[in-house]
């Protein structure tokens, strides 16, 4: 059964319902909005709409995500989160910024998204990675968001710290909180290895998702494949990571790669801004 734990440090706000769905709904249907080319190395697994306005949901239903709200996508790539968000972030109240070291999907966004919806803007961080950006001139521990303090309302971190190690990890998470303003949330997902997904027990896990512990380390990487392509966490270091880094955890949702029912498939960490300093 998915284990979700909640907090509400502030009442909830409400969602119309109906209008979501009819949103959602829309976007997957919508022919005309801008979808890279599927053979597109940089666009990933699934359909790209489908996906996207999945995650929309998600992003208003679990994150709090506002019409007016100022968005960071980090490791946006070829706009799989921002090309729905067009569709759904006020035009003249809010702002997007994606950041990503692949400049072939940062290319696509600011040719193909940024004309049409010109409060959406992208660039290119070239952070060095070894899969995806193997001669990148900043080290991940070195990683200083180009923004100021306090400049976001919402973060998202989609499958980013499933391809970092727990060094970087504790970087990101600290410049998050510092562009974040007070109250701000992170949406993170991420890989949780807790006891269910380690012993996979009733052999329903994801075959992709194979994790075994590497050492003493908190991570978990699949065998026979490179460390980043897939990592995996014990369960409470990202807990214990956004704690240090000043943010709570206000949910954490785990999902179904690990065997178990859920409504999704990575597992959901939404975290809130400690704070109203630096």
């Known amino acids: 059964m998915t284990q979700v734990a909640l907090m509400h440090p502030t009442p909830a ?21 801008p979808q890279p080319d599927s053979t597109d190395v940089v666009v990933g697994d699934g359909d790209f709409r489908t996906i996207g306005s999945e995650f929309l949901g998600y992003f208003i239903r679990m994150g709090g995500l506002r019409e007016d709200s100022r968005v960071l996508d980090i490791g946006c790539g070829i706009g799989r989160m921002a090309v729905p968000l067009t569709q759904y972030l006020d035009p003249q109240g809010s ?3 994606g950041i990503d070291p692949v400049e072939g999907g940062i290319g696509w966004c600011q040719r193909t998204i940024t004309p049409v919806y010109p409060n959406f803007a992208f660039q290119r961080l ?38 970092l190690p727990p060094a970087e990890v504790l970087v990101y998470l600290a410049e ?12 993170m997902t991420a890989f ?42 014990e369960d409470g270091f990202l807990d214990k990571a956004l704690e240090r880094a000043g943010l709570s955890v206000a949910l954490k949702s785990l999902g179904r790669w690990r065997g178990t029912s859920a409504g999704h498939h990575q597992d959901f960490i939404v975290a809130k801004r400690r704070g109203n300093g630096r």
């Not at 009819?22 to 909005?33: A, G, H, K, T």
């Not at 998050?176 to 949406?187: A, C, E, I, K, T």
């Open 13 to 33: 706000r409400l969602i119309d319902e109906d209008r979501v769905r009819w949103l959602l709904e829309s976007i997957r249907c919508n022919r005309f909005l």
């Open 95 to 97: 702002r997007y910024d």
């Open 126 to 163: 070239d952070i060095a990675h070894e899969l995806y950006n193997p001669n990148g001139k900043i080290n991940g521990r070195a990683l200083a968001l180009p923004f100021p303090d306090r400049h976001f309302d919402f973060v998202i971190m989609t499958s980013v710290v499933t391809h």
């Open 176 to 187: 998050v909180r510092r562009v974040l303003s007070p109250g701000g949330r992170l949406f």
């Open 192 to 233: 949780v290895v807790d006891g269910i997904a380690a012993a996979n027990e009733n052999e329903r896990r994801d075959p992709r998702l194979a994790f075994r512990r590497y050492r003493e380390s908190p991570c978990w990487f699949v065998p026979n494949q490179p460390p980043l392509a897939a990592i995996g966490f």
